[in-house]
């Protein structure tokens, strides 16, 4: 999987400042606030997990630890 970080002024987080948003086509996307750099090794399963589910979404996400506290938004691929 191909990653690309980018820097945006504004996600519209702004009470939840350090946003991550992650999407791949096809798939459910993610907005998540409140980001530090704690949250690095729940980034990273997050991401592996992502990559290896078909459609973005995951029965349990427990393994993401707090992270999945920080979500603010899943939205839901566009399947027409």
């Not at 504004?10 to 980001?35: D, H, W």
Request: with cysteine.
């Amino acid at each position: 999987m191909k990653a690309k970080l980018q820097q945006v002024d504004c996600m519209s987080g702004c009470q939840r400042p350090q946003t991550l948003a992650v999407r791949q086509n096809g798939k459910t996307a993610y907005l998540f606030g409140e980001i530090t750099a704690l949250d690095l090794p729940n980034i990273l399963t997050f991401i592996r997990m992502y990559q290896d589910s078909p459609d973005g979404n995951f029965a349990d996400a427990r393994p993401l630890g707090k992270l999945r506290f920080k979500a603010i938004a899943r939205i839901p691929a566009d399947v027409s």
